[in-house]
């Protein structure tokens, strides 16, 4: 954390000594959708089953894989500052930012049937299973964006369309918080293995139990920084409130965040990147 802050703090100086040119900053919104993908964008619902007995310890498993994802409500929250780099033709600017962004991704069990390692754990929990595993990530997150904006005839600028533009450039990322909430048949089957462990250790055979215990993959845990390509177009509208507060200046756009770097750190089926969508309105200040 600590970290983060002290790069934006860094980029927002630095851009603000450089402003003689020109130099503004503000405030910005965004909401959209976000999804996990790559080769281990399924998730794998494992529970490893040990069978205790005085002599030895036999292990089984019950493992269903989910078999498509859905997107999820993505927000992101920051600040914003830009610096113009030269004006020709069009102007060229240099954009920074630090943003809260929050990812929500969901893993869907539909119809999905469990594999087991012996006929016992197969009968006992071969139930088809339909429920979902939603994730929600937090990170800091900064982008740092060359972009090319529209110039307009002195005539034009007295109107409330401002130009458009274009943007490109890395993010990093660095996570604050990573959570999950199982819903359905997924939050069934903990229940399930709990109960069936627990009701082994209580039966007419108290040398003769079950343990199990849940295998984490890579969206159960991801490595505490990523790095992003960010594409995105907007426009800019001013005196639309005729409020006379301030600048009265609104900035939309539109992103594309592509995650660059997998994200797991479980050991097992960490090969997933996270994306999202986001239509975003900014306050120039």
Do not use: C
């Amino acid at each position: 954390m600590f970290k983060a802050r002290l790069i934006a703090i860094l980029i927002l100086a630095s851009l603000g000594f450089l402003g003689a040119t020109e130099f503004d900053w503000g405030l910005k919104y965004g909401m959209g959708s976000s999804n996990v993908h790559g080769s281990s964008e399924a998730y794998e619902l494992r529970y490893d089953l040990y069978k205790h007995t005085p002599s030895t310890v036999n292990p089984g498993y019950v493992i269903i894989r989910s078999k498509e994802n859905s997107s999820g409500f993505s927000q992101n929250a920051g600040v914003y500052a830009s610096l113009l780099l030269s004006r020709k033709k069009d102007s060229l600017k240099l954009r920074s930012e630090l943003l809260w962004h929050r990812y929500v991704y969901n893993h869907e069990f539909k119809d999905d049937i469990p594999s087991a390692s012996s006929l016992l754990l197969a009968q006992t929990f071969g139930d088809i299973l339909k429920g979902r595993i939603e994730g929600t990530v937090d990170y800091i997150t900064i982008p740092v964006l060359l972009s090319l904006h529209q110039e307009l005839s002195e005539e034009k600028k007295t109107t409330s369309f401002q130009g458009a533009f274009v943007y490109l450039g890395p993010s990093l990322s660095f996570l604050l918080n990573q959570e999950q909430a199982s819903y359905g048949g997924v939050s069934a089957m903990d229940q399930h293995v709990k109960n069936f462990v627990e009701n082994s250790l209580t039966d007419s055979d108290p040398a003769t139990y079950y343990s199990s215990q849940k295998q984490k993959v890579g969206s159960d845990r991801f490595v505490s920084t990523k790095t992003d390509l960010v594409i995105g177009a907007g426009f800019t509208l001013k005196d639309i409130l005729q409020f006379g507060i301030g600048k009265d200046e609104f900035i939309f756009d539109f992103r594309y965040t592509i995650g660059m770097n997998e994200l797991g750190n479980s050991g097992i089926r960490d090969a997933l990147t996270l994306r999202s969508i986001m239509l975003s309105i900014g306050y120039r200040l």
